[in-house]
């Protein structure tokens, strides 16, 4: 302390920082605020901050730019709340919103609070918007002013977007999808930036994790810093005030931004704060089920506010989409950032500035229109209102669920830990059972459900393993109403699909499938092929006779999955192909293999298709066939032949083995072709292949016997003489336009060859010309003779197989990463119970047909619940480049 008389140093102060010889906490407040403000200079910095002037005083029209500053606040600290239990992965990102909504205390009204602020903040942006053009703020040395605020506009629609995917449910994965597809459009970078955004060809966790970093971390920082300059540049350029002030030299007389404008902005924000919190409270946000990309049914909508921007894109398709994506948007975002600087007259009215606010009108109706045309065109569409109706259903029943903590996928693959032995060998059976029937295209994979068929997870635990095979193999109405086919599986099959369904949900479901015939002895409790029921060991020839007993057993079910007894009758008896038992007698089981593989050009030409099983499926088949009525087993000595087995075998040949003394040329024709009908071949020839390059053969299959797109076309000439087939052709009616039948656009020449090969369906055999292969068949058939002799026959060997392109590569990881091969079968050459394959029918068809196919579903395809297929012109394009590689034949 000093002393009485001593003098204080010049710029001290002789009190005490802290006197606290003077009771009482206002004392105490008062000093520790003094205290502060000598170390920080508080009071310095709130009189900057709140002694603003403004022209004219305080107005409620200012309140929209404080409210902006209040929301992003709020959406930082909800923000920071949620990503404490948020997992940025594709495997438990959904889990983990789900726990937030369903557990964590206030969880459900915090997540609903930072969507509904990223909803108001979009809302009180725009209104901020229209308040500073229609007063025309912008003017007066305000360029840079009004141009932080535009990237801060755009900054803000991009946060909306990043954080739309982060639930990872199935409105968030299908509206992100259609999101990256838009963007793919752009010309020449379109490609890259989808890449760029997904992280690859596909959305799943590194497209998750992107998003993630560019919603919590980039995109809130660049807002950051540009509210930081937003700042900076209205302070130096000052309020503009009211429409009647000068914007350059104010005349109004000025009032401190405090008390009045900081109550009112302070008032905007508790309404905003009260809206939010009611809408949080009794609405809270659902949670949708976890993304399911192989989902066939889900319509993908965006939020409300690209609601314009998905509405605009419908009316336009191929090459014009630039336009709608690129070109006009651009120019409107052009014309944004530039308006100070094109309405550059100090005239601030808006009845005085005609122009600029007509042109604002104009784009803000647009806007409004588009987007309401968007649900009222949703709402009118009974399908698509039921559908959207059936989501938000979905949504509230998941809502409404327990909380399920996250398990391994049921999809996933073994721990590398865990060894491959361990796995039963019947539930890998059972999964195979369960993909090769198409159950996933409804169910999904693992069985998690989809919305067009329940989940089937513990389904075994309320039917036992009898009521759930009977129900398998009988559905009940609801399940026949909702298009389940009946299981027509075998014992085997069948014990080995529960025991399947049965795990779903556990990592015991993980097994790798199998599609191998499994025998029963090599489960526990089965016993072995040795042991009888009584104990006793049986003999070799029981054991090899029960063995060809299964074999059969097998044969006969591939026999029946393949539709083979469609053409060939029941037992093989014949019926619109020749009985079984005559073709294959004279044939060695090496032949016959290669018949099954590869069917010659005569039997393609019939509608006879490569059996594409496994080595094993095929080894049962084959024993299933030799045990047909009448069959023997083949001999390699020409005693063996018989005359009947003699004509079988010109009736499976395409070519014969040169005779002796003739030309390979003439010895390479079927016998059926011959003489007067030769001729009549060759004339209509040129009509074939207008057939197979129009695609008619996808559909109608080859020589018009007719697939599971469209019926035969044998005898079509007799039902429309004359011109009448001719114009139907040109013109289709309404059933063969919902069919998918475009019009064929031919000259007269090749209509006229079109109709002559019509006609001459159903009198003779039509070879398969190179034709097919103009198609885009994607393979050829090399025939290749086996030397002449006596029991031996030509066959046509497998072509070697032509590489993919690099448009058909990527058209490829389209097609396996939209999960197509889930209902058409892996690589679309088989298909399943859920949808045919595409070998021989859709690789067929005209890349424009199959565009115009792929994005307007025909009726059949709609029924069949073909999913819509949303995808960019490049990814379109590279798609239908896989398709049209598919081969014909293996």
């Given at each position: 302390m000093p002393r009485e008389g001593d003098t204080v140093p010049n710029g001290q102060d002789d009190k005490p920082e802290l006197d606290t010889t003077s009771a009482g906490p206002r004392n105490f407040l008062g000093s520790l605020v003094q205290w502060l403000d000598k170390r920080t200079g508080v009071h310095a910095i709130m009189k900057e901050s709140l002694d603003e002037p403004i022209p004219g005083g305080a107005r409620l029209a200012y309140v929209f730019g404080s409210g902006l500053l209040f929301l992003f606040i709020s959406q930082i600290i909800t923000g920071i709340c949620l990503a404490l239990y948020y997992v940025p992965s594709a495997e438990t990102a959904h889990t983990s919103v789900a726990y937030i909504t369903k557990e964590v205390a206030a969880g459900a009204f915090l997540r609903s609070l930072h969507y509904y602020g990223s909803s108001a903040m979009i809302v009180v942006l725009a209104l901020h918007f229209l308040q500073t053009f229609l007063y025309g703020s912008f003017k007066g040395r305000r360029e840079l002013l009004w141009i932080s605020g535009a990237v801060l506009s755009l900054l803000v629609l991009g946060m909306g977007f990043t954080g739309y995917l982060l639930p990872w449910d199935q409105k968030a994965y299908f509206a992100t999808a259609v999101g990256t597809n838009i963007v793919g459009e752009?010309?020449?970078?379109?490609?890259?930036?989808?890449?760029?955004?997904?992280?690859?060809?596909?959305?799943?966790?590194?497209?998750?994790?992107?998003?993630?970093?560019?919603?919590?971390?980039?995109?809130?920082?660049?807002?950051?810093?540009?509210?930081?300059?937003?700042?900076?540049?209205?302070?130096?350029?000052?309020?503009?005030?009211?429409?009647?002030?000068?914007?350059?030299?104010?005349?109004?007389?000025?009032?401190?931004?405090?008390?009045?404008?900081?109550?009112?902005?302070?008032?905007?924000?508790?309404?905003?704060?009260?809206?939010?919190?009611?809408?949080?409270?009794?609405?809270?946000?659902?949670?949708?089920?976890?993304?399911?990309?192989?989902?066939?049914?889900?319509?993908?909508?965006?939020?409300?506010?690209?609601?314009?921007?998905?509405?605009?894109?419908?009316?336009?398709?191929?090459?014009?989409?630039?336009?709608?994506?690129?070109?006009?948007?651009?120019?409107?975002?052009?014309?944004?950032?530039?308006?100070?600087?094109?309405?550059?007259?100090?005239?601030?009215?808006?009845?005085?500035?005609?122009?600029?606010?007509?042109?604002?009108?104009?784009?803000?109706?647009?806007?409004?229109?588009?987007?309401?045309?968007?649900?009222?065109?949703?709402?009118?569409?009974?399908?698509?209102?039921?559908?959207?109706?059936?989501?938000?259903?979905?949504?509230?029943?998941?809502?409404?669920?327990?909380?399920?903590?996250?398990?391994?996928?049921?999809?996933?693959?073994?721990?590398?830990?865990?060894?491959?032995?361990?796995?039963?060998?019947?539930?890998?059976?059972?999964?195979?059972?369960?993909?090769?029937?198409?159950?996933?295209?409804?169910?999904?994979?693992?069985?998690?459900?989809?919305?067009?068929?329940?989940?089937?997870?513990?389904?075994?635990?309320?039917?036992?393993?009898?009521?759930?095979?009977?129900?398998?193999?009988?559905?009940?109405?609801?399940?026949?109403?909702?298009?389940?086919?009946?299981?027509?599986?075998?014992?085997?099959?069948?014990?080995?699909?529960?025991?399947?369904?049965?795990?779903?949900?556990?990592?015991?479901?993980?097994?790798?499938?199998?599609?191998?015939?499994?025998?029963?002895?090599?489960?526990?409790?089965?016993?072995?092929?040795?042991?009888?029921?009584?104990?006793?060991?049986?003999?070799?020839?029981?054991?090899?006779?029960?063995?060809?007993?299964?074999?059969?057993?097998?044969?006969?079910?591939?026999?029946?999955?393949?539709?083979?007894?469609?053409?060939?009758g029941a037992a093989g008896i014949g019926g619109r192909a020749p009985a079984i038992e005559p073709l294959i007698a004279g044939r060695t089981d090496s032949q016959l293999s290669i018949t099954l593989r590869a069917p010659n050009a005569k039997m393609k030409a019939g509608g006879m298709q490569p059996v594409l099983v496994s080595e094993a499926q095929l080894t049962s088949l084959e024993a299933y066939l030799r045990t047909l009525k009448g069959s023997t087993t083949a001999k390699l000595t020409p005693a063996s032949s018989t005359d009947s087995t003699a004509t079988a075998k010109s009736d499976m040949t395409a070519t014969s083995a040169p005779a002796k003394g003739s030309s390979p040329q003439s010895s390479q024709q079927p016998s059926s072709m011959t003489g007067p009908m030769a001729g009549q071949t060759v004339k209509t020839n040129a009509g074939q292949e207008v057939y197979v390059s129009q695609g008619c053969a996808a559909c109608h299959g080859v020589s018009g016997v007719g697939t599971h797109f469209a019926p035969a076309l044998i005898g079509v000439s007799n039902k429309f003489p004359g011109d009448a087939l001719a114009t139907l052709l040109h013109h289709p009616d309404a059933k063969m336009r919902s069919g998918g039948m475009p019009p064929v656009t031919t000259n007269p020449a090749e209509m006229q060859q079109l109709l002559l090969y019509l006609a001459s369906l159903g009198t003779t055999p039509a070879a398969v010309t190179t034709a097919q292969t103009k198609a885009g068949t994607g393979s050829t058939a090399t025939p290749a003779t086996v030397p002449s002799g006596a029991g031996q026959v030509a066959v046509s060997r497998p072509a070697k197989a032509v590489p993919l392109s690099s448009d058909a590569m990527r058209g490829q990881q389209i097609f396996n990463r939209n999960s197509c091969q889930t209902c058409h079968g892996e690589g679309g050459m088989n298909g399943t119970v859920a949808a045919p394959g595409l070998a021989g029918t859709a690789s067929l068809l005209p890349a424009s047909t199959l565009e115009n196919l792929l994005r307007h579903h025909s009726t059949q395809m709609q029924k069949g619940n073909m999913p819509s297929t949303n995808m960019n012109a490049k990814d379109m394009a590279a798609l239908i480049a896989f398709i049209r590689s598919i081969p014909a034949t293996p």
């Open positions: 752009i010309p020449l970078i379109g490609n890259w930036l989808t890449r760029l955004l997904r992280g690859g060809d596909t959305i799943g966790t590194l497209t998750l994790s992107r998003f993630y970093v560019a919603h919590v971390f980039l995109i809130p920082a660049a807002i950051l810093l540009f509210i930081g300059a937003h700042i900076v540049l209205f302070r130096k350029a000052g309020p503009a005030g009211p429409i009647e002030e000068d914007p350059i030299t104010p005349k109004l007389a000025p009032e401190g931004f405090y008390p009045r404008q900081v109550l009112m902005d302070m008032a905007f924000a508790l309404l905003i704060m009260m809206g939010l919190g009611i809408l949080a409270y009794f609405h809270p946000m659902s949670l949708g089920p976890i993304a399911d990309p192989s989902n066939t049914q889900f319509l993908p909508r965006p939020e409300w506010y690209y609601l314009s921007m998905f509405e605009w894109l419908k009316y336009w398709e191929g090459s014009w989409v630039v336009v709608a994506v690129v070109v006009v948007p651009g120019i409107l975002a052009v014309l944004f950032f530039l308006l100070p600087f094109l309405d550059r007259s100090l005239e601030r009215r808006p009845w005085r500035r005609p122009i600029p606010v007509l042109s604002v009108a104009i784009v803000l109706a647009g806007v409004l229109y588009l987007g309401i045309k968007s649900h009222m065109d949703d709402q009118r569409d009974p399908s698509v209102a039921a559908q959207l109706a059936a989501q938000e259903q979905e949504e509230k029943a998941y809502s409404a669920k327990p909380f399920e903590p996250y398990v391994e996928s049921p999809g996933g693959t073994v721990p590398s830990g865990v060894a491959s032995v361990s796995a039963n060998p019947l539930v890998a059976q059972g999964r195979g059972v369960f993909e090769a029937h198409g159950c996933a295209g409804c169910h999904g994979v693992g069985g998690v459900g989809t919305p067009i068929a329940a989940a089937l997870v513990g389904i075994a635990a309320k039917l036992p393993g009898d009521q759930l095979v009977s129900l398998l193999r009988h559905p009940n109405a609801q399940m026949v109403a909702g298009h389940m086919p009946s299981v027509d599986a075998s014992s085997a099959d069948m014990s080995a699909l529960v025991a399947y369904i049965t795990v779903l949900g556990t990592p015991a479901a993980n097994a790798p499938a199998s599609h191998a015939v499994v025998s029963p002895d090599a489960f526990p409790g089965h016993g072995t092929a040795e042991t009888r029921s009584n104990g006793t060991i049986g003999s070799a020839k029981d054991i090899a006779v029960a063995e060809s007993s299964k074999a059969t057993e097998a044969g006969k079910e591939v026999f029946e999955q393949n539709g083979c007894v469609a053409c060939h």
